[in-house]
């Protein structure tokens, strides 16, 4: 008998493993998606059915806490009968049934199969979507790009509290023109038309060099305020082009995107020569550094101000994928805050009684 455990043995059957493995976990996947479909339908039509028989006998909200103590009696250890759930299948059926955009061409509303977008995302991840957006072309957009991407639940919601929808919409890049289809609508995503750098507590008057030194020390609260799929390369990146020196103020990657981002940084209003410099800097990365597996590096200008007409008529007469941002941030309270403030006396006051029990009653408790 061939004893399989043996280093030699599995040298020999190695590949053969490998595959049975792999193909293992392409069914057991493929299975599995086999079960969500079939749930997701389901759920549709157990809220189709409480819907209807709602108007047809008039009943209240009790059906729905009976109907759930039944088919957790029925079904004990099976998930997703709870009351809240199966309130959850009514508005998953009454929301999506009746919003044409997401049916397929000449199907009709209230159908009794949910339209394929709904079922090829997963439960959790629609209902994230239905109870966060409530306008319909809002929702399309989440749930189309879900599926395109294969966003998480927690990716997905993270997407949406970041205001990818509107982000999307607003932006201004030329990716429409300079970016492959196949990640045009990532690399949309990736670039915001406003970044908040509260972080860096900058005074109004600062040069662009403080500024980056503000983000390098502050790398971290950077790549979030950024989005996520960033990492960080360098500062003043330097780029040796026949001899002379030229150096990209912040140089990033992007895990999705698969490519360089070059960050040029610009304490005034855009003018249409930054596009040209950061056109200069692309091709060189692209030339110098990229790798024969990733995508053409993408270039971001984040200025202090913009006209968007001037960026539109910019961006049309490049040739390489370029967004232009505006940045903003605070180095004191706004005005409605500071009318919530104490007196400066009252300030002084507070200051000089820390550490007194009269101070500590009144705050801590």
Known sequence: MVNINSGKDLTLYGSF?????????RH????MKQVNTALIKLYWEIGGEIDRKQKEQGWGKSVVEVLAKELQKEFPGTQGFSSRNLWLMRSFY????????LQPSGA?????SPPDLLVQIGWKKNIVIMEKCKDPLKREFYIKMTKRYGWTKDVLIN??????????????TNFD?????????????????DYNFDFIEMGIQHSEAEMETGIVNNIRAFLLEMGGDFCFIGNQYHLDITDDDYYVDILLYHRRLR??????????????????????????????MRLPEENPSIGI???????????????????KPIGVATYSFYDNLPDEMRSLLPSPDEIAAIIRGIGSDDIEKNYIH
């Not at 984040?302 to 040739?319: D, F, G, H, P």
């Open 17 to 25: 493993i490998k595959e049975i493995k792999e193909l293992i976990y």
């Open 28 to 31: 057991q996947y493929e299975a």
């Open 94 to 101: 009454i929301e999506y049934s009746q919003e044409a955009i």
């Open 108 to 112: 009709e509303l209230g159908s009794s």
């Open 159 to 172: 997407n949406i509290e970041n205001k990818a929808f509107e982000k999307y919409l607003t932006n201004q």
């Open 177 to 193: 023109e300079t970016v492959p289809e196949k990640y045009r609508h990532q690399a949309k995503l990736a670039v915001k038309d």
């Open 259 to 288: 490519c360089l981002i070059a960050i040029d940084l610009k304490i005034g209003e855009f003018k249409p020569e930054f596009a040209g410099k950061m056109q200069f800097y692309l091709t060189a990365l692209d030339e110098t």
């Open 301 to 319: 200008i984040i200025c202090k101000s913009k006209k968007r007409t001037r960026v539109e008529y910019t961006l049309k007469t490049a040739n």
